[in-house]
């Protein structure tokens, strides 16, 4: 079946621009976090959405940063006024999220974000 | 100058032998462990995962072996392949007012280089 995906796959834009990452999630999966992974660096958490519950914002970075869930499904993550810190692989992962259910986050293939 | 960043924990193996991986956490109250595997351009893949209240779980060619009185995850790789070759990280999920609910907390991450 499909997995997550993401697009675009790359992404080059110049400080100070704001930009707009998509994932889609594994259908059906009710859960959706948001990654950041720095070159050589381990998956730093940015965002997690749950249901129709209100989202754990409490990785983000800075106010420039924002993600939104339509529907239950695809999500956006916007980041405005583009620095160069912000370029890393932008990772989102889906889970099933319940009693009794594991909590196996299915990857994206992520969006590598270079701010020149 | 360089970045500390890039320094990534190394195993080199030689096709056949087994590797043992290694990661300490630091949250007594984590709950859950995973390790994944992500491969160059790609997001993470699941290996493995392993609950707080069992101290080994076994999958196919891969055993994780979970030690709480020193906060001490390993992931042991029998019979390691050329395939098996990329970064593998260590996930913890940390629970957040008693209610557990998948957030994970990545490790840096080490590099295992499998030669033929």
């Known amino acids: 079946g499909a997995g997550v995906s993401q697009s675009p796959s790359n992404k080059v834009t110049e400080k100070g621009k704001d930009v707009e990452l998509r994932c889609d999630p594994i259908?059906?999966?009710?859960?959706l976090y948001w990654y950041r992974q720095s070159l050589g660096q381990g998956l730093e958490f940015l965002i997690y959405?749950?249901?129709?519950?209100?989202?754990?914002k409490s990785g983000l970075p800075s106010d420039r940063f924002s993600a939104e869930r339509t529907g239950g499904s695809v999500s956006t993550l916007t980041i405005q006024r583009t620095q160069q810190e912000d370029s890393a692989v932008y990772l989102c992962?889906?889970?099933?999220?319940?009693?009794?259910?594991?909590?196996?986050?299915?990857f994206g293939p992520g969006t590598r974000l270079t701010v020149t | 100058g360089e970045s500390v960043g890039l320094h990534l924990p190394t195993l080199s193996v030689q096709e056949g032998d087994n590797s043992i991986i290694n990661c300490a956490y630091s949250?007594?109250?984590?709950?859950?462990f995973i390790w994944y595997k992500q491969e160059s351009g790609k997001g993470p893949q699941f290996i493995i995962d392993?609950?707080?209240?069992?101290d080994k779980r076994q999958g196919q060619r891969v055993t994780v072996l979970l030690n709480k009185t020193v906060k001490h995850l390993s992931l042991q790789i029998a019979a390691t392949q050329p395939g098996d070759s990329a970064v593998y990280f260590c996930a913890e999920n940390r629970s957040a007012g008693g209610t557990s609910y998948g957030k994970l907390t990545f490790g840096q991450g080490t590099i295992l280089t499998v030669h033929p």
């Open positions: 992962a889906s889970s099933l999220v319940g009693t009794g259910v594991s909590y196996e986050q299915y």
């Open positions: 392993i609950r707080s209240n069992m």
């Open positions: 259908s059906g999966h009710t859960a």
């Open positions: 959405f749950q249901g129709n519950s209100a989202p754990d």
């Open positions: 949250n007594s109250a984590s709950d859950y």
